[in-house]
């Protein structure tokens, strides 16, 4: 079993992964960020939705959202979070290396480094497609990852966090001449221990570009954070976004 097909793993990290912070600064952004624009209706697709923390806020805003997640766990503790929110939304138990919907999207969004999971690169290309695909024309797509520019900056410190009656502590490693990213985490609670290693791809903002332009995307452009910002020296996040051609 791949690491993230491990139900145990979004249960049991879920305070580490979905904070309520992380909640409300979706709601902040999808008001706010010049990369969530679209059109009263919009039929928005959220790639890896996890519990619905962008999922609610977008169909406030209007949209018309699908959100797809592997995940039966994740997936339960999303339709709770729509009802609680009072809001629609279609969810969906599926593998992003498999669903595509030809011409059925306005937008799709990958939040929170939820790209490059696969093993083989080849695969993780086949998730590009895959969105293009699902895409109408004009559609946009909008990755969301940490780039290796900015892990760069403080990568292999260790950290503890603090969650609800325990703490967490991580370690991260930079894999095969920077190209992966290796990250345990150990979770300490009532006295008890359980570790979690979550493997992923690394990209750089030249090579997730590139690879968004060999799928066809044009217009590809990246941004340091959600107020549009330019990828540079400042960059908190790699953002990515391209169109699909009309």
Known sequence: MHWYEDDDLWVGFA???????RAEEAERLTATSPLFEFADGAKVLDLACG????????????ADVTGVDLSPAMLERAREACESAGVAAKLI????????EPGAYDLIVNM?????????PGDNLTVLRNAYSSLAPGGRLLIDVLGKEVLAGWVGRPKAVDIDGG??????????D???????WTLVRDGAAKQAS?????????????????VGFTGVECFGDFDGSPYDNHARRLIVRGERAG
Not at 15 to 21: A, E, I, N, Q
Not at 51 to 62: E, F, M, N
Not at 113 to 119: A, D, M, N, P, V
Not at 200 to 211: D, I, R
């Open 112 to 120: 929170y480094t939820s790209f490059g999971y696969f093993t083989e």
């Open 198 to 214: 979550i493997l992923s791809f690394l990209y750089s903002a030249a090579e997730l570009k590139a690879l968004f332009e060999t």
């Open 51 to 62: 519990p619905a923390i962008h999922v609610v806020p977008l169909a406030r805003k209007g």
């Open 178 to 184: 920077w190209t992966r990213l290796e990250t345990e």
């Open 93 to 100: 138990q599926a593998d992003m290396l498999e669903y595509v």
């Open 15 to 21: 305070d580490v992964m979905f904070p309520p912070s």
């Open 167 to 176: 703490t967490v502590f991580m370690r991260d490693t930079i894999l095969d």
